[in-house]
């Protein structure tokens, strides 16, 4: 049983080879850049990318299932081509809010698209959705490393956010076992949390007394404007509004399906704890 593992250089999709080698499964990676992913010799390397359909072809001879990075411009196609081609089993990642996109204009749906190709296309599939990773928690590195505080709006804003790590796991876990057909797993770590209780526990860790100083929408805008958002600035502060009415729940998806507890946001940061200090 051959596995193609797309998106092999992103940070899910590189783990997910991790996972299933570690599995003793054949492992197929597509890559843009084969260099970058740094993939171990046991697996069948092929350059190419979802969004550049004639590399394809040759990828998906002899697959039985893929993993399937999320590129709504040319999904169907690449669903299409699957299935032209004897894939039987596709293990998509999508986002926690795809329903959501499905009550707004067409042009704006993004997951919402990736999972209509996939549940059209006639296939086994599984669907993975996942809201904030861990890792974004180390955008505030440089705060937390030259002043000791994190500034911000929305503290209260609870989250239930995940170890990429635990996301390949789980796509790792999907696609060796069978069953699983037409699911759409919510996918989160084990606590909610708030950002003043991320914060708290990051300063637990490394060892310094870290604070958050809360700001204002309007404060917080101009700061994310100027470091890079841009326009994505109100998103973002329109999800920490949302998420401050309606915290996010931990949801037991991870342990059903793996048989072990997620990894923790204390044992994440300790891992990365060289980047905060």
């Known amino acids: 049983m051959t596995i193609l593992v797309t998106g092999a250089t992103g940070n899910v999709g590189r783990l997910v080879?991790?996972?299933?080698?570690?599995?003793?499964?054949?492992?197929?990676?597509?890559?843009?850049?084969?260099?970058?992913?740094?993939?171990?010799?046991?697996?069948?390397?092929?350059?190419?990318?979802?969004?550049?359909?004639?590399?394809?072809?040759?990828?998906?001879e002899g697959v039985d299932r893929m993993y399937l990075a999320p590129l709504p411009e040319t999904v169907r196609d690449v669903v299409s081509m699957a299935k032209d081609a004897g894939v039987r089993k596709i293990v998509a990642?999508?986002?926690?809010?795809?329903?959501?996109?499905?009550?707004?204009?067409?042009?704006?749906?993004?997951?919402?698209?990736?999972?209509?190709?996939?549940?059209?296309?006639?296939?086994?599939?599984?669907?993975?959705?996942?809201?904030?990773?861990f890792a974004n928690s180390l955008d505030w590195a440089e705060q937390i490393r030259s002043t000791g505080a994190v500034k911000g709006a929305y503290g209260s804003a609870t989250y239930a956010p995940i170890d990429q790590n635990d996301i390949a796991a789980t796509a790792a876990t999907l696609l060796?076992?069978?069953?699983?057909?037409?699911?759409?797993?919510?996918?989160?770590?084990?606590?909610?949390?708030?950002?003043?209780?991320?914060?708290?526990?990051?300063?637990?860790?490394?060892?310094?007394?870290?604070?958050?100083e809360e700001q204002t929408r309007e404060e917080a805008y101009k700061d994310m404007y100027d470091s890079g958002w841009g326009e994505g600035a109100d998103w973002m502060l329109d999800l920490d509004a949302r998420f401050t009415e309606n915290p996010e729940v931990a949801l037991p998806t991870f342990e059903q399906i793996n048989g072990r507890r997620g990894t923790t946001f204390a044992e994440f940061i300790a891992n990365k704890a060289d980047k905060l200090r």
């Open 17 to 60: 080879v991790d996972h299933l080698r570690a599995a003793g499964s054949p492992v197929r990676a597509l890559t843009k850049n084969p260099k970058k992913a740094a993939l171990p010799a046991d697996v069948e390397v092929f350059t190419g990318y979802l969004g550049e359909l004639e590399t394809l072809p040759p990828v998906l």
């Open 176 to 212: 060796l076992q069978d069953g699983h057909h037409g699911k759409k797993y919510v996918l989160t770590g084990p606590e909610s949390l708030t950002k003043i209780e991320m914060v708290r526990i990051i300063g637990e860790v490394i060892g310094r007394d870290i604070r958050f």
């Open 93 to 133: 990642l999508s986002q926690i809010d795809a329903d959501r996109e499905a009550e707004r204009d067409e042009s704006e749906w993004h997951y919402h698209v990736i999972e209509k190709a996939v549940e059209n296309s006639g296939l086994e599939w599984t669907f993975l959705r996942v809201g904030q990773f």
